[in-house]
């Protein structure tokens, strides 16, 4: 019995597990509300049916739906003892690879009666193909006889997985048997790595936190706000250089979207929500006072970009086997390269002298930054926005070594309508921060995984 390669595959579908457990709880409005897993996989299940994760977790579930309908209809479902012994030998395999059944995903966020009844649809596939093939009941199967048996079973099972021909609540049929968009959550949800977990926990969290600030607001999102943003993305998409030539419908499609599943998409509602809320908080008039009276810290912020190359050394005060140079020595050495740079493109010396991993194999390109950035140092923005376009400084001390900067581009600076919306954008992520942070979430540690047991 080949099994190890499909329980890692995991092949498995997301049948009703008991109560809803919960896997958080945070405070809203008074209340302490808790993050069920059925919240959690419906906001995954949306978020990812038409991603490539999405459409591999939904062919998992066609393969065990056809499967299921062939062997009860075959009476080859095995019996529960049948599955416990191939569990038991499954985690004897696992264990010999030299990993616990624990630490699999899929067995770890899963109870007991699930994982077993994701076996016993396994079993029941085996069982299929070895009597398909005239097999003996000692005789392997493996891992490619199965998926041969799928793929011809798969030719005639009517199978419809398109999201645009099915009902809402539906992510595929397999002849007259819909398959519901919550087993898909619930799949994805069992597969997922804990960071990716606790990521879509705090975006239920989140979410429900902005709808319930524009509900006291009086604010809701319309069917006309929706056209405007969609119009937006696309506008915005055929101004960006990287999608020249490319219309907006075939970017939505190379991953897996239309038009109108952006506008189904609960964060794309919210990222109109919050915009009218900041709206709504942070009128025009408000912030042309913040812009009259705080001018220069707005332009920081929010101002106009440069963007900057780097050529950068390490070192300390006193040398070590891992840095051999001082500050002096790193200063000195700069000063050469500045020197080279009157005859030499600065990609070029950058590419041969810098010591800074994430711009050396661009030439040095840094990118864009305003005056204040936590991405870069105060004293190198300083220098960057002290000279024009063009001219490179002299070396400048860091934290932990020295580096020339050069000032490659400037945009034109803003307008105050512009800057209006700036701060205003800034704001609305601010409050974003402010949202979440309110509801105080909290995260409930895993119970022992029953799967794991013997």
């Not at 949306?46 to 062939?70: P, W, Y």
């Not at 994982?115 to 016993?120: C, N, R």
């Not at 001082?326 to 050495?333: C, G, K, P």
């Not at 490179?392 to 050069?406: A, C, N, Q, Y």
């Amino acid at each position: 019995m080949n099994a190890l390669p499909l329980l890692l595959l995991s092949l498995s579908a997301a049948l009703p597990q008991g109560p809803d457990e919960p896997l958080a709880t945070y405070q809203l409005e008074g209340r302490t509300l808790p993050v069920t897993r059925t919240d959690v996989a419906i906001e995954m299940a949306f978020h990812l049916r038409r991603r490539d994760r999405g459409q591999q977790a939904v062919e998992q579930l066609v393969a065990v739906t056809i499967t299921r309908q062939a062997a009860e209809a075959r009476k080859l479902m095995p019996a529960d003892a049948d599955v416990r012994a191939f569990w038991n030998e499954l985690q004897e395999q696992l264990r010999a690879a030299g990993r616990r059944p624990e630490d699999i995903p899929a067995v770890r966020n899963t109870g007991e009666a699930q994982w077993l009844a994701d076996l016993a649809v396994q079993l029941a596939q085996e069982r299929l193909v070895r009597q398909e093939l005239g097999l003996k009941a000692d005789e392997k199967v493996s891992g490619d006889m199965m998926t041969l048996w799928l793929q011809e079973q798969r030719k005639s099972a009517l199978v419809v997985n398109d999201p645009d021909l099915l009902p809402a609540g539906a992510v595929a049929r397999v002849g007259a048997t819909e398959i519901p968009l919550i087993e898909l959550g619930m799949l994805l949800l069992r597969t997922a790595e804990d960071d990716e977990r606790d990521r879509f926990v705090k975006q239920v969290v989140y979410l429900a936190a902005l709808e319930a600030a524009a509900r006291k607001d009086g604010l809701q999102v319309t069917a006309a706000d929706l056209d405007a943003a969609v119009q937006k993305h696309k506008d915005d998409a055929a101004k960006d250089p990287r999608y020249r030539g490319v219309t907006y419908e075939n970017l939505l499609k190379a991953e897996g979207l239309t038009p109108q599943s952006i506008r189904d998409l609960r964060v794309f509602r919210g990222q109109i929500l919050l915009e009218k809320l900041a709206r709504a908080r942070f009128r025009d008039d408000d912030l042309t006072t913040e812009l009259q009276n705080e001018r220069q810290a707005v332009l920081d912020r929010h101002g106009a970009r440069r963007r900057l190359g780097l050529i950068y050394l390490r070192a300390v005060d006193e040398t070590n086997p891992l840095v051999p140079r001082t500050f002096a020595d790193a200063e000195s050495e700069l000063g050469k390269a500045r020197e080279r740079l009157q005859k030499e493109p600065f990609d070029a010396v950058a590419r041969v002298v810098s010591e800074h991993g994430a711009t050396k194999a661009q030439g040095g390109d840094a990118g864009w930054h305003r005056r204040r950035s936590e991405r870069m140092p105060a004293a190198v923005l300083a220098a960057a926005f002290a000279q024009a376009a063009g001219e490179v400084s002299p070396p400048i001390r860091v934290e932990d070594g020295v580096t020339l900067v050069k000032t490659l581009e400037i945009e034109p600076e803003p307008d105050d309508a512009t800057l209006r919306q700036r701060l205003r954008d800034g704001k609305a992520k601010d409050l974003q921060n402010q949202l979440f942070d309110a509801c105080r979430l909290t995260m409930n540690k895993p119970a022992a995984p029953a799967g794991g047991r013997k």
